[in-house]
């Protein structure tokens, strides 16, 4: 545990609890990067002294101070609406970054759209030139970034999960409105979609609990999510398919930026997490059902990553589909007793003909 022991001689108990109060605040602004599983505190140790009286306090803060679970009386925990289906770690290993080469205009006007998007959030997360990737691989090449720092590496994958949250709760809305305007059946689409957005809340967070952003970050998220929910809803409303190909490039990114991570860690440059005493959040524990042993940062985000190449393949086969008939792939029974398709091992998607 890291700790700091304050004291002091001549010191009211008005002034303890003020210099206790400080120390949580101390700790609060400086353990960006290590989760609730670690305890790391601020012990203030004040003694006041006066005659035969002796005041004395101790304060241990840890994560959960700053991100209680809500509990009542009855309720101790409330379960994931959407369990985790899970990987094996030959399908988490299995993942790389890939690119769905554009075969049309629209296809090549949301890889562009997407471009930029990553050129603003590069931007606005404080990446140098030096630390971009190269421009003419940017969804292949891992070698070529100066190494981020976890606080660095955190900023932005709460940026991107607050971000990549809407896709699916926008789609998956405008399907569900469109079912019962029209009286229609969706055909397994909307389920899929709101799972997926639920998912992405889980990276979410997963990674608050590791970080907690300031607020000119929490600014940039809400003009952010502004902006991307409105002009998600306007293109879905015009073209469900080009939406589903720009979120499949979209998760590309994911992909990339994760496994950059990944790389990272291995690589050692990222000390903090490669600690043999850093354990993951218990949220994470317990959505992924990660097993003893097998709780460290990597793991994590191979987890995670894992769920973006999955996002990724779904994405790019909703854009293949007719949407206003074609079942969904991914939630339905076969005639032959064939089993759904994996997304996660199909990175450009499945085509048309391969799903039904």
């Known amino acids: ?87 094996t770690e030959e399908e988490m290993l299995a993942v790389v970054p890939s690119h769905r080469p554009p075969q049309t205009w629209g296809d090549w006007s949301a890889w562009k759209f997407m471009r930029m998007c990553r050129w603003g959030m590069d931007f606005f997360t404080g990446m140098k030139k030096e630390q971009k990737v190269d ?80 607020w000119f970050m929490k600014l940039l998220l809400i003009g952010a999510q502004g902006v991307y929910f409105n002009g998600l809803f306007i293109t879905y409303l015009i073209s469900p398919k080009l939406t ?22 291995e690589d050692g440059h990222l000390p903090k997490w490669s600690d043999p005493n850093f354990v993951v959040p218990d949220i994470a524990v317990q959505y992924w059902h990660m097993p003893e042993g097998k709780r460290t940062m990597k793991d994590l985000i191979l987890y995670i990553r894992a769920d973006e190449a999955c996002h990724r393949g779904v994405n790019h086969t909703l854009s293949n589909l007719n949407l206003n008939e074609d079942p969904n792939p991914f939630v339905s029974v076969y005639k032959d007793g064939r089993a759904p398709p994996r997304p996660a091992l199909k990175a450009q998607g499945y085509e048309r003909n391969e799903v039904l």
């Open 135 to 214: 421009k003419a691989n940017p969804t292949t090449a891992v070698n070529t970034i100066k190494p981020l720092t976890e606080g660095q590496w955190l900023l932005r994958f709460l940026f991107l999960e607050s971000i990549a949250g809407v896709p699916g709760m926008v789609a998956g809305m405008l399907r569900h409105l469109h079912s019962i305007r029209k009286l229609k059946r969706d055909n397994g689409y909307i389920e899929t979609l709101l799972e997926e957005s639920y998912n992405e809340r889980m990276h979410l967070l997963t990674f608050m609990k590791m970080c907690e952003p300031g």
């Open 244 to 265: 589903h190909r720009f979120v499949g490039y979209l998760e590309e990114e994911a992909v990339h930026t994760y496994t950059l991570a990944i790389k990272q860690i």
């Open 1 to 87: 545990m890291l700790s700091t022991k304050v004291q002091t001689n001549l010191c009211t108990p008005k002034q303890a609890a003020r210099l206790s109060k400080a120390a949580t605040t101390l700790l609060r602004t400086s353990t960006v990067g290590y989760p609730a599983g670690i305890r790391i505190g601020f012990v203030a140790s004040i003694q006041h002294n006066g005659g035969s009286r002796a005041f004395s306090t101790t304060h241990i803060a840890s994560f959960k101070d700053f991100f209680p679970v809500k509990e009542t009386e009855n309720i101790r925990q409330t379960p994931p609406a959407w369990p985790h289906h899970g990987y």
